[in-house]
């Protein structure tokens, strides 16, 4: 499913909150129909590099191009931008207020301008595709933690974006509700979603990058395909951080 | 006994028009007070600095000084001043709804800055520009939870407006007040003035609770605990 082309090029990215240096450059180039995981210990900035994408956290220095066009610094711009780099947060962030359907339908009204026929054809085209046809007039407070966080897989996926970014989907979710979410993600790389993912589910991570990304210290430390972690030297530190997790 | 109701029968026809008058001048405050009060809140929060301090320098004036001095500041004061000939009752209109205004931006405020931060973030990462995410995220939410507060400037509006008494706004108390004055009944007619008010402030509290309950979000905030 990966193509040659370069859709999001990452390249030397700084953040610093006061005297805590949270990235220290980092750069990658992303191609369409990629999955890249990136893994490693906590307080390390994979977060505030997702973030740093569509620009929620805005770098110190550093630029991000998506198809060739600069997404930092573009002012107002910025929200169109957004809307081809989809992003699902740690803990939903839905819209309280609205239904299912109505999380889903917002956006494609508001900052899409669809007709209310088209954008309810749409979302409710999403909803089926986590699963969720039988909670559309659900508010997210009626919805298990799985649920919710399919839904807002649904939200941004409505968008049609080019690149989708994960900030830890699962990590405020039971073990059997993991297990649903994943598997969206999983139908979805296999479909050629371009995603990004932070995340601590080895298993997943392992079956479905096509790279994988350990990060520490504010810097991307080692990468490369899952299937030379193993063995290969590159892979070092990864192995030693994975190992801690089989204690 | 009869004596006392029958000056409580003749009297209802001339308390009547005090009745709307003062419910009149709460609903007029409660309105002012929230066109005024949203707009405030959202500058508050997310205006610029210099606009900041001006909304913090009306709420400082106007939650700091008593309703009396503030109605004969403007009755005899501000209003005559600027040469606006307005009107007894929508000068106190205009009063308490200057102050209610005041009160009612703390609450709105309150209610934005308790929306999490990820609303915000979540509706900006699907490409809405601040302004959109304000309208469409933040305010319908904020909104809602305001409105326990909200509604409880119903019954202070409500009790503080027989102040109004003072600058001759001929509302419920001040209508009783001539009554008293021609049938030297005191007792009989405040009371009935006092059963009055609590019959407005409880059936009105009835009704808000009402609209607090349309507008609760489904799942939101149910349970044993609250």
Redesign the interface.
């Known amino acids: 499913m990966m193509t040659d082309e370069i859709i999001l090029r990452v390249q030397e990215i700084h953040k610093r909150y006061g005297e805590n240096e949270v990235l220290k450059g980092v750069s990658f180039d992303v191609r369409r129909g990629e999955t890249k995981v990136f893994i490693g210990p906590s307080g390390t900035g994979k977060s505030t590099l997702l973030r740093c994408i569509n620009q929620l956290t805005v770098p110190d220095s550093g630029s991000i191009w998506l198809n060739g066009e600069e997404v930092t610094h573009a002012g107002p711009a910025i929200n169109l931008y957004r809307q081809k780099i989809g992003m699902v947060f740690q803990n939903f962030n839905l819209f309280d207020h609205l239904t299912a359907l109505g999380n889903v339908e917002i956006a494609l009204l508001r900052v899409k301008k669809m007709s209310r026929q088209e954008a309810r054809k749409k979302a409710l085209m999403e909803l089926e595709q986590v699963g969720l046809s039988d909670k559309v007039n659900s508010y997210p407070a009626e919805l298990s933690g799985g649920q919710a966080q399919r839904l807002s897989i649904a939200r941004a996926l409505a968008m049609d974006p080019e690149v989708i970014l994960f900030d830890e989907p699962t990590s405020s979710l039971d073990p059997e509700l993991t297990r649903e979410v994943l598997e969206v993600m999983r139908r979805l790389a296999r479909n050629g979603m371009t995603m990004l993912i932070v995340t601590h589910e080895m298993g997943f991570a392992l079956s479905v990058a096509n790279e994988i990304l350990f990060m520490e210290h504010g810097l991307i430390a080692e990468k490369g395909p899952p299937s030379e972690i193993p063995t290969s030297p590159d892979f070092t530190r990864t192995r030693r951080f994975l190992g801690s997790f089989q204690d | 006994m009869t004596i006392l109701s029958q000056a409580v029968i003749d009297s209802l026809p001339y308390l009547l028009p005090g009745i709307f008058t003062t419910l009149g001048l709460v609903l007029t405050a409660l309105g002012i007070g929230l066109i005024m009060g949203v707009p405030m809140a959202l500058i508050h929060v997310y205006g610029s600095w210099p606009l900041q301090y001006i909304i913090k320098t009306y709420v400082w004036i106007f939650r700091g000084l008593p309703i009396l001095v503030l109605l004969f500041l403007f009755y005899f004061g501000i209003f005559p001043l600027l040469g606006l000939h307005i009107s007894a009752f929508w000068i106190a209109a205009i009063v308490l709804g200057f102050r209610t205004a005041a009160y009612q931006s703390e609450i709105f405020r309150g209610a934005i800055l308790s929306i999490?931060d990820?609303?915000m973030?979540?509706?900006?990462?699907?490409?809405?520009?601040r302004s959109?995410a304000i309208i469409?995220?933040i305010l319908?939410?904020a909104l809602?939870n305001a409105l326990p507060g909200w509604t409880n400037e119903y019954p202070i509006l409500l009790t503080d407006s027989s102040v109004c008494y003072a600058i001759g706004v001929a509302e419920l108390l001040t209508r009783g007040n001539q009554i008293v004055a021609r049938i030297h009944e005191p007792m009989t007619i405040f009371v009935l003035i006092a059963a009055i008010f609590i019959i407005l402030n409880y059936s009105g509290q009835w009704v808000f609770a009402r609209i607090e309950r349309r507008y609760r979000?489904?799942?939101?905030g149910?349970g044993d605990t609250r």
């Open positions: 999490q990820g609303q973030l979540a509706a900006r990462s699907l490409g809405m520009s959109q469409h995220v319908p939410q809602r979000i489904p799942g939101y149910e």
